[in-house]
């Protein structure tokens, strides 16, 4: 007894038949639809995150200038993430000096001599104690040298508790999901190969003309 070969490959033809019947738009709705549902899912179950900023501002003295000040501001910010400014920040913070390197960043600013400091942690109470940490021994180690340098850095304004998250929300990320999943269908839909007539070629029929000729020869 021989097996029916229709009904073993039937289900996988009839799939691919469906399949391929498919309209070319349906490539970038499932991508869409796809990518949205990761993204939201990503926003929601990733932990939020918060972020606190503490500001220090360099003063000159009266042997110094304003130009001097915006300087210093300058280099204090690059050093503000060394291990000697984080050494000490670590006591008051609470964390080890690996947390603050991987959760503190510092930016300063071309006109005024202003340095930023900002932390950010999965709790808003350490974010702001980060901040504050690195802003009172950044002030510390500037402050140290203010006899040569002629600059005093003073705290310009302490970094507070965050009450809403600076991570992205699920909308957010569901967003950027269907957009990703929308550009990928797309180009699936770019590089997928053609679909082939299912007609077979029709033979062709030599015109009278050349019927004659083929006549004559014989």
């Given at each position: 007894?021989?097996?029916?070969?229709?009904?073993t490959?039937?289900?996988?033809?009839?799939?691919?038949?469906?399949?391929?019947?498919?309209?070319?738009?349906?490539?970038?709705?499932?991508?869409?639809?796809?990518?949205?549902?990761?993204?939201?899912?990503?926003?929601?179950l990733?932990?939020?995150q918060?972020?606190?900023?503490?500001?220090?501002i360099?003063?000159p003295?009266?042997?110094?200038d304003?130009?001097?000040?915006?300087?210093?501001?300058?280099?204090?910010?690059?050093?503000?993430?060394?291990?000697?400014?984080l050494?000490?920040?670590?006591?008051?913070a609470?964390?080890?000096?690996?947390?603050?390197?991987?959760?503190?960043?510092?930016?300063?600013?071309?006109?005024?001599?202003?340095?930023?400091?900002?932390?950010?942690?999965?709790?808003?109470?350490?974010?702001a104690d980060?901040?504050?940490a690195?802003?009172?021994?950044l002030?510390?180690?500037?402050?140290?040298?203010?006899?040569?340098?002629?600059?005093?850095?003073?705290?310009?304004?302490r970094?507070m508790?965050?009450?809403?998250?600076?991570?992205?929300?699920?909308?957010?990320?569901?967003?950027?999901?269907?957009?990703?999943?929308g550009?990928?269908?797309?180009?699936?839909l770019?590089?997928r190969?053609?679909?082939?007539?299912?007609?077979?070629?029709?033979?062709?029929?030599?015109?009278?003309a050349?019927?004659?000729?083929?006549?004559?020869?014989?």
């Amino acid at each position: 007894m021989t097996d029916n070969p229709t009904r073993t490959t039937g289900r996988p033809v009839t799939a691919l038949v469906r399949a391929k019947g498919l309209p070319p738009w349906s490539l970038l709705a499932a991508g869409a639809v796809l990518g949205g549902l990761l993204g939201g899912a990503y926003g929601e179950l990733r932990t939020p995150q918060y972020s606190a900023t503490s500001y220090v501002i360099a003063v000159p003295d009266e042997k110094s200038d304003p130009a001097a000040a915006l300087g210093f501001a300058q280099a204090y910010g690059r050093v503000a993430t060394q291990l000697a400014v984080l050494g000490d920040a670590q006591v008051w913070a609470g964390v080890p000096v690996s947390t603050l390197r991987e959760s503190v960043q510092t930016a300063t600013s071309p006109d005024a001599p202003m340095v930023a400091v900002t932390a950010t942690s999965a709790r808003p109470d350490l974010a702001a104690d980060m901040a504050n940490a690195v802003s009172r021994s950044l002030t510390r180690h500037a402050n140290s040298a203010e006899d040569s340098t002629h600059v005093e850095l003073l705290q310009f304004s302490r970094a507070m508790k965050p009450t809403e998250a600076s991570s992205a929300s699920s909308t957010v990320t569901g967003l950027v999901g269907a957009s990703a999943g929308g550009l990928l269908g797309g180009l699936v839909l770019l590089v997928r190969p053609r679909r082939s007539s299912d007609v077979p070629p029709t033979p062709s029929v030599p015109g009278p003309a050349t019927a004659a000729d083929v006549h004559g020869q014989l």
